[in-house]
């Protein structure tokens, strides 16, 4: 059974740092691309970061390029999320997901985690 469990979520102040982490099992890791997205409460999910867990290509939304960063370690099987200089904007619950062929920001992924929730204190 393939699952994917985000971690790391949690209250930070604004302009503050957090880092998500997304452990996969089930799954041969080197084979997917990693996929990160949020959602806010009534209003559709969005697809922020993704990477290539074998050739640690990685792309971004521009909402999000320069403040987030993504990185795999395929020795644990789990892919990170960095987010940095924190905003009001970035509140929400964050997903992970898992796809076969190449990387994507849509929502067309294979397998998803249950998200973790950050929250962000003025």
């Known amino acids: 059974e393939v699952q994917l469990v985000e971690s790391g979520g949690g209250l930070v102040q604004a302009g503050g740092s957090l880092r998500l982490s997304c452990k996969a099992s089930g799954l041969w890791f080197d084979d997917y691309h990693i996929g990160w997205f949020r959602q806010v409460p009534g209003r559709e999910r969005e697809g922020v970061s993704c990477?290539?867990?074998?050739?640690?290509?990685?792309y971004y939304s521009d909402s999000v390029k320069g403040r987030f960063t993504t990185s795999s370690d395929s020795a644990k099987n789990t892919v990170y999320l960095q987010i940095d200089s924190l905003k009001p904007g970035d509140p929400a619950v964050y997903y992970c997901a898992a796809r076969l062929y190449g990387c994507s920001l849509r929502e067309d992924y294979d397998y998803w985690g249950r998200g973790t929730q950050v929250f962000v204190s003025s």
């Open positions: 990477i290539g867990t074998s050739d640690g290509d990685t």
